[in-house]
């Protein structure tokens, strides 16, 4: 199967982001996220560990949830800390991009 990207830089769709991630993995994708921006307001919720959980890979761009008053201990276990620089490489690997 393909290989989806999903770039979030938006806190207000996190049901939504969770959803797609969900049944691009039950069709048998690769799923990568990259939280960044006020997105990242979503790292310390349940729809994040919802989509590690479903077994997507994803990081958050670091620099972004320090700026908006998080601490690297609020970040869930399995996303990855991270820089714009995941996103780049993401973009080159994924077959479709999708951005919130």
């Known amino acids: 199967m393909g290989k989806l990207g999903i770039f979030v830089c938006t806190d207000k769709h996190g ?3 969770e959803g797609v991630v969900k049944a691009a993995i039950e069709k048998g994708h690769e799923v990568k996220v990259f939280f960044t ?4 307001k979503l790292v310390p919720t349940e729809h994040a ?3 590690v959980k479903a077994g ?3 990081a958050m761009c670091l620099h972004s949830f320090e700026e908006l008053g998080f601490s ?3 970040v869930p276990e399995g ?3 991270s820089t714009q620089d995941y ?3 993401m973009m080159k690997e994924v077959d479709r991009y999708v951005v919130f």
């Open 15 to 17: 049901e939504d982001v």
């Open 37 to 40: 921006g006020p997105g990242v």
């Open 49 to 51: 560990k919802e989509i």
């Open 56 to 58: 997507a890979d994803v």
């Open 72 to 74: 690297e201990d609020q």
């Open 79 to 81: 996303i990855k800390k």
């Open 87 to 89: 996103n780049a490489n």
